[in-house]
């Protein structure tokens, strides 16, 4: 493990080179270029924010601000946007890069580097504009919003091992990619990001439990919402899942790489 850190800080300006092309590519012949990277996410807090707030006067229990429910539904959406990105592009990691794999010798474990970078650079901007706009609306809960850092630290642990996991399974079983992305689809509504889980049946509520990403939600969601320090309970399972897929990711990484290289 520890050889594999050296590894990636050896090829950091091939990382770093690489990050600074994807998100340069992105907006490649466009009039507006860089400036699309404010204009989408602010967008999407604004409509969030007019829909929900003085149109639908949405409310969520516990919190009478005239954008709570806006608060509450954008800290879900852009966090769990982080998480959706992060494992549905390294489930493809390997498969889309074949042809670099093939071609260049370097750590391979580089590209779920990759990977995360960028998808932390689309988040920071987005996150960035929505702290804005908590802290104009009077809305900014103070210092406990540092805990929103320790809480992307776990989140982003639990992304990259699943993500890696499952890229390191597609090579090999292309229905892996297919099922997941249906699975997703179904994770993000059984996740309690754009309504509340006070709505639900009591004995549904406990099943949430379940889900990893109930207690990290509910996590984030509080502190931006509520200002409340985050339970460190409700976030025991998605450590430990965290941790475990890491450690699979890169057991079935090391144990393939070079079956990889064929399948590919």
């Not at 990277?37 to 807090?45: A, D, F, G, K």
């Not at 959706?84 to 391979?108: C, M, V, W």
């Not at 292309?174 to 994770?187: A, E, T, Y």
Request: contains cysteine.
């Amino acid at each position: 493990m520890l050889l594999d850190f050296r590894q990636i800080f050896y090829y950091r300006s091939f990382i770093l080179g690489s990050v600074k092309r994807e998100f340069q590519s992105k907006y490649l012949n466009s009039l507006l270029g860089v400036a699309w990277t404010v204009l989408q996410p602010l967008s999407m807090i604004v409509v969030y924010t007019l829909i929900f707030s003085k149109i639908m006067q949405a409310k969520i229990p516990g919190a009478d601000e005239i954008y709570g429910y806006s608060i509450y539904l954008c800290s879900g959406v852009i966090t769990w946007g982080l998480f959706s990105e992060i494992t549905s592009r390294g489930q493809n990691i390997f498969i889309e890069n074949a042809g670099l794999i093939k071609k260049l010798s370097f750590p391979r474990l580089c590209l779920p580097v990759i990977v995360v970078s960028n998808a932390l650079i689309n988040f920071s901007i987005i996150f960035l504009l929505f702290s804005v706009f908590l802290v104009l609306s009077g809305n900014f809960p103070g210092w406990e919003f540092l805990f929103v850092f320790p809480l992307l630290g776990l989140q982003v642990l639990f992304s990259v091992g699943l993500g890696m996991t499952l890229g390191v399974l597609n090579v090999f079983f292309r229905d892996v990619g297919q099922f997941f992305s249906v699975v997703l689809q179904f994770w993000f509504w059984l996740t309690p990001v754009v309504y509340p889980v006070e709505i639900l049946p009591g004995r549904l509520q406990d099943y949430m439990t379940l889900n990893p990403m109930f207690g990290l939600m509910k996590s984030y969601q509080g502190v931006l919402l509520h200002g409340q320090v985050p339970d460190w309970k409700d976030l025991v399972l998605l450590t430990i899942l965290g941790c475990f897929f890491c450690i699979s990711g890169v057991y079935l990484f090391r144990k393939h790489s070079g079956d990889m290289v064929d399948e590919l």
